[in-house]
């Protein structure tokens, strides 16, 4: 198992399903564009020559009026990195693959933390990924149901940053 770069793997990513076609197509078609131009960094593990998964990251910001009543925060758009796109192929889902995925993701967010303020993991679930967050400590944000955040703290102390 290894992980390769969109710019690297473009070309061996056709075969990808995740079973949801937005998931899909992105990988397919705007992953590599997106790359190129700095609006998300794409990153696929690989079984051999077969794309197992894909993550796609980019910078985001929160409004100070949708982060939750109970962390103290100043009233200006909050730092976040978000998890843009997340998805295991369907031969290989259940096997434990997403969680690496999350966990690729949050290592490269546990080391950018340290010389860049974040302070939220943000990420906008599709319906059937809800729980999937849930599962990893993410909450609901009560402004919008279909976004969860992880508190930056909570990604460091778990990485021993
Ligand atoms: C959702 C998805 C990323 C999960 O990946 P996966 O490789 O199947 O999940 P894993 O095997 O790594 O599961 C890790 C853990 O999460 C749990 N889990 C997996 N999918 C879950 C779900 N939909 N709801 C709740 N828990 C889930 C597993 O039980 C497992 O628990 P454990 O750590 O206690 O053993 C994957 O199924 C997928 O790509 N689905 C289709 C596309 C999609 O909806 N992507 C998300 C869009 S943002």
């Known amino acids: 198992m290894n992980?390769?770069?969109?710019k690297e793997s473009r070309n061996r990513v056709k075969d990808f399903d995740c079973g949801n076609s937005d998931l899909n197509a992105y990988?397919?078609?705007?992953?590599?564009?997106?790359?190129?131009?700095g609006i998300g960094r794409t990153f696929v593990l690989f079984d051999n020559d077969k794309p197992v998964g894909y993550v796609t990251l980019c910078s985001a910001s929160i409004d100070f009026e949708n982060t939750p009543n109970n962390i103290k925060l100043p009233r200006y758009p909050i730092p976040a990195i978000k998890i843009a796109r997340l998805a295991v192929d369907k031969k290989y889902q259940n096997k434990g693959f997403g969680k690496e995925l999350l966990a690729f993701s949050l290592e490269k967010i546990a080391m950018l933390a340290?010389?860049?303020?974040?302070k939220f993991v943000v990420v906008d679930a599709k319906e059937e990924s809800k729980s999937f967050y849930e599962h990893f400590g993410f909450i609901p944000l009560p402004t919008n149901g279909d976004r969860?955040?992880?508190p930056i703290e909570i990604v460091m102390r778990a990485r021993g940053h």
Not at 3 to 6: G, H, K, P, V
Not at 114 to 118: D, K, N, P, R, T
């Open 114 to 118: 340290q010389f860049i303020g974040v």
């Open 3 to 6: 992980y390769l770069s969109i």
């Open 27 to 37: 990988l397919k078609r705007y992953a590599y564009k997106n790359d190129k131009s």
């Open 148 to 150: 969860f955040i992880l």
